[in-house]
């Protein structure tokens, strides 16, 4: 496993396909908590919010970079397709990793928050909620799943429309919901693990999807 997630990492970062995911996280999360000041939680509701719409793009960019030649040489090296997708989720849970850190360290950069240990974990539960989603949506509107990419871009900007903005709708609409109403970092810690917890069902429902669609279409 720990050899099928380097190679996703180095054929990520030779194709340098990851640029623009990680670019359009920097410019949301810039725009979206620069110079704030106040309770934190907002600004985390913010900084996920970019977290998920860059990692849904960084993990469909990561899940296509194989093409079906290549792919079925990595999947006969690797014994199993579900041990290439297992490296693909791995793979982009640890680039999410990355920019997770940077979406809770920029705004205490950048702003003037209060800050308290509740806030940062529950910062934490936000970017971990919105990093299993964004992988969850990513997969399913990948090259692994649509053979046409136009489909797969409608699909993905309608689920991640869909999770941001329809009312009350765990996970994510939901916990930014709480976050923005609640100032109080501590009282949202059970319910954001909560809607981490629906993240973490989504992404293993999605995993076993996209397993079963690709494994029909190779």
């Known amino acids: 496993m720990t050899a099928l997630i380097r190679y996703s990492f180095a054929t990520l970062l030779h194709s340098q396909r990851y640029l623009a995911p990680v670019l359009l996280f920097a410019g949301l999360i810039g725009i979206l908590t620069v110079n704030g000041s106040g309770s934190l939680p907002p600004a985390y509701a913010a900084s996920a919010g970019a977290l998920f719409v860059s990692q849904t793009w960084l993990t469909s960019a990561l899940a296509g970079l194989d093409d079906p030649t290549q792919r079925a040489v990595v999947v006969l090296s690797a014994g199993r397709g579900a041990r290439v997708l297992a490296a693909t989720v791995g793979t982009a849970l640890l680039a999410a990793g990355a920019l997770a850190v940077v979406g809770l360290l920029f705004p205490l950069w950048i702003g003037s928050y209060q800050v308290g240990a509740a806030d940062l974990l529950l910062g934490a539960e936000a970017q971990l909620t919105c990093a299993l989603a964004g992988t969850a949506i990513g997969l399913l509107c990948s090259r692994l799943v649509f053979r046409?990419?136009?489909?797969?871009?409608?699909?993905?900007?309608?689920?991640?429309?869909?999770?941001?903005?329809?009312?009350?709708?765990?996970?994510?609409?939901?916990?930014?919901?709480?976050?923005?109403?609640?100032?109080?970092?501590?009282?949202?810690?059970?319910?954001?693990?909560?809607?981490?917890?629906?993240?973490?069902?989504?992404?293993?429902?999605?995993?076993?999807?996209?397993?079963?669609?690709?494994?029909?279409?190779?």
């Open 148 to 218: 046409r990419q136009g489909y797969a871009l409608a699909t993905a900007l309608a689920l991640v429309l869909g999770l941001l903005f329809v009312q009350g709708l765990p996970p994510v609409n939901r916990l930014f919901h709480l976050m923005s109403e609640t100032s109080d970092a501590a009282a949202l810690l059970a319910p954001a693990a909560g809607m981490a917890a629906v993240s973490a069902v989504l992404l293993a429902a999605s995993a076993c999807l996209t397993h079963h669609l690709a494994a029909r279409r190779d």
